[in-house]
């Protein structure tokens, strides 16, 4: 057994603190009128200091947790106040192979610190000497915020428009928003950014990693940086590097402000693992306290290899919820961002690594099960990522009843449905109808599958119809990097053209596939800055450009500023239709659709109900829905929808009593969403890869 002691000597007197053991309980730094309670998790370790340090990042005192309850360390600190820094030294026995990884040299931050003092930047010097001048400290802080009467929206599912965005890539460029508050969180509430979001109808906007990060030294070798923030420290700290002054205060300003317009706010969380890797990567936090418990390990029969961290991620270690420790983090972390933070929900990012018990996924691990019964979070919004590349790592349609769902699937069908691709009319419909083959009626909301065409591991939707192949040689990884089966197309020219008709076929390829997720059943999820036709040159994994490449460039040309005036027209014609975003239906097959309340039946061209054999023809890319409310509104509409490469006359049914039908869109337009009156009409002309949305109305 060895303990690593060499640390640097004391420039103080310990003499000047008063501490006494205090409490276990709350985790992390509690302040009151007198001082502050400190405790910590750390597992086998001999002992535990705590390090105290000024504003300036000198350390001023250590002082010995005098408190025991289990792993849990703790200790009383008498004159402590609001923004004091710290960070924690852990004694015990430093023994990899046996999973322990104690040694007081490292500067360790504490897994429950609310707010850090500067951006983590990791120094490869710290992998061997003393880190204390390399890291940032943790900051006691003080939870009182004014949050002016301001209430959560509580925006219903069927309601929802999800808006994926980066908190710097969102507003750094923009010149209408306040130039202090560029590419911040004050940026994103923003007036100027709020008038954006209302305008688009966005109802949720759905916020790349906020908590503390830090890039890898792989990327810092390569003079980039990780962008999206998939690389975490802490679980509750907001990244100070979105922030002016104060990271806790302007995120919850941020929260309170899209609040106040009526915009929830969705926090893309990481808890599958951390930016310490692997066993080659640095201990910074978790490591350093517990790390036999904090993370999953490889199997050498019935016993765990500490020699090989599991690595589900990608990313070179798993987080292990199997250990109380561990779950008692997460669920003590979610629960503060929805309690304190007033986030209204999350998007959990490679979702399966949650419900991970003994290396095998279940719906009814101990982590769904707490959510479950919490009293706080099980009123929060959840979404999966429904995979990670553990074993049996695919598993979309078996997360627990309430839980969301990013649907893969229906990104894939759309794509390849408008691209051409054969035999998909069938499932089409299914992904239109609200993916029930995945999600049963009998067990599922219609409104779990949340659907997308983009998103931010992707192409955005500009580059999804200029590009064929990737093109990522700016990641410094020779283009091997990013998905390689993006079901694009570039229709004659890769990339930027001046050639006009490759250009008029984009653009109806994108409004017909931004048509097709904002009229089908589910929580549509819309990428931001894909309504300002955002291009990334075709890098479809652009996690660490942190520059124009992946900033919203908000300078529009006539033909994107159309493209900005259809999307915001698109989301207010389905926010006044009930049956597109709420269909209630008694079957889950897409032929047989209806109810008491809505009806749904499908057309071929000549006007005959859909048979078999037309779901499944190699040739089949026409097809017309008929939508409607057999009740209250009495709302009828007829989709008519063409991805084939030749025009169709569509015979149209009959309209009742004294209507009409009154053409509400056509995507062969590049002003697509327009009023046009049809009397007297039997059938339609649709142009070629574009369709039509007709209503019923008063004549």
């Known amino acids: 057994m060895s303990t690593r002691s060499q640390l640097k000597p004391l420039p103080f007197s310990l003499s000047q603190f008063q501490v006494s053991p205090g409490r276990d309980y709350p985790l992390g730094a509690t302040l009151d009128e007198n001082g502050c309670n400190f405790a910590i998790h750390a597992g086998d370790a001999k002992h535990i200091e705590l390090c105290l340090f000024d504003e300036h990042e000198n350390e001023v005192a ?89 209430a959560k929206p509580n925006v219903e599912r069927q ?53 503390a990060f830090m890039s890898e030294p792989r990327l810092k070798g390569l003079g980039l940086s990780n962008y999206w923030g998939y690389n975490p420290i802490l679980f509750m700290a907001p990244e100070p590097r979105y922030a002016k002054s104060n990271a806790l205060k302007e995120f919850k300003t941020m929260v309170r402000e899209l609040h106040r317009n009526g915009i929830e706010v969705i926090l893309d ?12 990567g640095p201990t910074l936090c978790y490591r350093g306290l517990d790390n036999k418990h904090y993370y999953l390990f490889e199997q050498i029969g019935d016993s765990p290899d500490y020699s090989q961290y599991a690595n589900n991620t990608g990313c070179g270690n798993s987080v292990s919820l199997d250990h109380p420790v561990s779950l008692r983090l997460v669920l003590d972390s979610l629960r503060y961002w929805v309690d304190e933070m007033q986030v209204d929900g999350f998007r959990f990012d490679l979702a399966v690594s949650l419900g991970r018990e003994n290396n095998h996924y279940t719906s009814q691990a101990a982590f769904f099960k707490a959510v479950a019964q919490d009293p706080i979070l099980s009123r929060a919004k959840m979404i999966a990522e429904p995979w990670d590349i553990g074993p049996n ?104 053209t001046k050639d006009k008709k490759i250009l008029a076929l984009r653009r109806k390829q994108k409004r017909n596939l931004l048509a097709t997720l904002m009229l089908s059943q589910g929580v549509p999820h819309f990428l931001g ?13 652009a996690y660490c450009q942190n520059n124009e490449l992946s900033w919203f460039d908000w300078e529009l040309d006539r033909d994107q500023q159309q493209f900005l005036n259809f999307c915001q027209q698109l989301m207010a014609l389905r926010k006044r239709s009930r049956v597109f975003h709420y269909l209630q239906l008694e079957n889950d097959s897409y032929e047989k659709c209806h109810s008491q309340l809505h009806g749904v039946r499908w057309y071929r061209h000549d006007g005959e109900n859909m048979h078999q054999e037309d779901w499944h023809q190699s040739h089949g890319w026409a097809v017309a829905v008929e939508v409607r409310n057999l009740r209250e509104s009495k709302e009828r509409w007829l989709w008519i929808i063409n991805a084939s490469s030749h ?4 015979v149209v049914p009959a309209v009742e009593g004294r209507a009409i039908w009154c053409q509400q869109m056509d995507t062969a337009h590049e002003q697509a969403i327009y009023e046009k009156k049809l009397r007297s009409v039997s059938s339609v002309k649709i142009k070629a890869k574009s369709m039509l949305l007709l209503e019923q109305v008063k004549s």
């Open 529 to 541: 800055g894909d309504e300002l036709s955002r291009t990334q040159l075709g890098n479809n994994n």
């Open 62 to 150: 250590r002082l010995v947790l005098p408190g025991k309850q289990g792993g849990i360390r703790f200790g009383y600190v008498k004159g402590i106040k609001v923004n004091q820094y710290y960070g924690y030294r852990v004694f015990g026995a430093y023994q990899p192979e046996h999973g322990s990884w104690f040694d007081p040299r490292k500067l360790i931050l504490d897994p429950y610190a609310k707010a850090i003092s500067r951006p983590l930047i990791w120094d490869s010097k710290a992998y061997q000497e003393d880190n204390a001048d390399l890291i940032p400290k943790c900051i006691v802080c003080d939870d009182y915020f004014d949050w002016q009467g301001v």
């Open 393 to 496: 790592g695919y598993q979309l349609g078996h997360f627990p009843e309430r839980w969301m769902e990013c649907n893969d699937r229906f990104r894939d069908t759309s794509r390849g449905f408008w691209k051409g691709e054969h035999g998909l009319l069938g499932e089409m419909a299914t992904r239109i109808m609200g993916s029930r083959d995945l999600f049963l009626s009998s067990r599922r909301s219609i409104h779990t599958s949340v659907n997308y065409i983009c998103y931010h591991d992707g192409f955005t939707l500009e580059d999804l119809v200029s590009y064929e192949q990737r093109h990522n040689h700016a990641n410094g990884e020779e283009n091997r990097d990013g998905h390689g089966h993006n079901i694009s197309a570039n229709y004659g020219e890769e990339g930027r």
């Open 269 to 280: 969380v990481v808890f599958n693992h951390t930016a310490e890797s692997g066993d080659d």
């Open 647 to 650: 025009d169709i006359d569509f």
């Open 159 to 211: 309601d929802m428009v999800l808006y994926e965005t980066h908190v710097r890539g969102f507003s750094k460029l923009n010149t209408q928003v306040a130039e202090q508050h560029r590419g911040s969180y004050l940026g994103i509430s923003d007036s100027a950014s709020i008038k954006h979001l209302k305008a688009l109808g966005i109802t949720s906007v759905q916020l790349l990693p906020t908590a």
